[in-house]
């Protein structure tokens, strides 16, 4: 089994790399390409919110609705993008909120 991909920054790439994943610290302006690219190798893609905000929208909406492999957006660490709230979400799509 192949190793999952971490897309992100590199000081928190260094603690994914101790987990055991892969790295993938995109220049800016890659990070489609990147995250295209760790699709095409890993059974799982895990991308930075920071990296992700800048990921072309429909190249990240189709990784996300993918079967395979999974893609996680995974919580900035600096803080400096959140992650958006999915429970609101869903509520809105379910008809509980306007």
Do not use: F, H
Request: hydrophobic share 55%.
């Amino acid at each position: 089994m192949t190793a999952p991909v971490y897309i992100g920054d590199e000081i928190s790439a260094a603690g994914w790399r101790l987990a055991g994943a892969r790295l993938a610290v995109p220049a800016p302006g890659e990070e489609t390409a990147a995250l295209v690219s760790a699709c095409a190798v890993a059974p799982l893609v895990l991308v930075s919110a920071a990296v992700a905000a800048r990921i072309d929208a429909a190249a990240l909406a189709g990784a996300a609705s993918a079967m395979a492999p999974l893609m996680l957006v995974v919580p900035d660490p600096q803080g400096e993008v959140t992650l958006p709230d999915l429970a609101a979400r869903l509520r809105g799509q379910l008809g509980l909120e306007p």
